[in-house]
């Protein structure tokens, strides 16, 4: 149907008017949804909340830089702090009442030293070596050329039979690799309490630690199997896991003994061979 120039205004009008109609009996168009919940605030609740977080002190901040607590930073693990720091994991858990270890924040400050100078060893008995009556006699007699550490009389052994194939270094290797076949068992080195065993510590694949008292922690990685589980105790000599090569270009038993979380060199604890 053709429309006349002059029917052409009226047929807009009638146009206009359906729209207004179409409007008012309920066609609208969908207002933007504003989500105001903890996943979806609001664009002014967006903004403020930087502020407010950066404002809110971490936890344990008021302890920052006292002796006995560590400052958390980008890449730390529970595990790995109490491995720096000579505890376990579940020790550091326990004295900062986290509730999820698996979780700690960047800047958050941790308690790293038992509270209250307390010695807190997760069951380990700790008895502080007495200087015996003939003590220096015992010490003028020991070869000055053995370089050997006081070990608190906990008489470290090796924990495995393989041989050497590279000794400490502070800066490229913080213990001993030993050489062996699949399979090979790994031992305590001496009496302990497992404190971790898992996967979770990058660079040490399967991973062993015991704690022995309050000064010495030893470390077993790269192992093929793990025999043991958290807060068994162990005796010298008992079979811990079997040699593997997880997280490792070969199969080795990667041994590290921590002195209060610092690492010292194995081979002067250990009997020569």
Known sequence: MTTSFHSRPLVLMAMAVALLSACSSGVRV??????RTAMGRSSSSTQATPAAELAKPMP??????????????RGDTLTRIGLDNGQGARDLARWNNLTNPDVIEVGQVLRVAPPGGAVETAGVVVRPIAPAANSSAKTESAPASTGVANDEGLGFIWPANGSLIAGFDEVKNKGLDISGKAGDPVSAAADGQVVYAGSGLRGYGNLIILKHNNTFLTAYAHNQTLLVKED????????????????????????????????VDPAKLLPAR
Do not use: C, W
């Not at 901040?61 to 930073?73: D, I, L």
């Open 30 to 35: 969908p207002a933007p949804v504003e989500d």
């Open 60 to 73: 344990g901040s008021e302890n920052a830089g006292k002796p006995g607590y560590y400052t958390v930073q």
């Open 232 to 263: 068994q105790k162990v005796r010298k000599g008992q079979k811990i896991a079997e040699m593997g090569k997880s997280d490792s270009d070969r199969v080795k038993l990667h041994f590290e003994v921590r002195r209060q979380g610092k690492p």
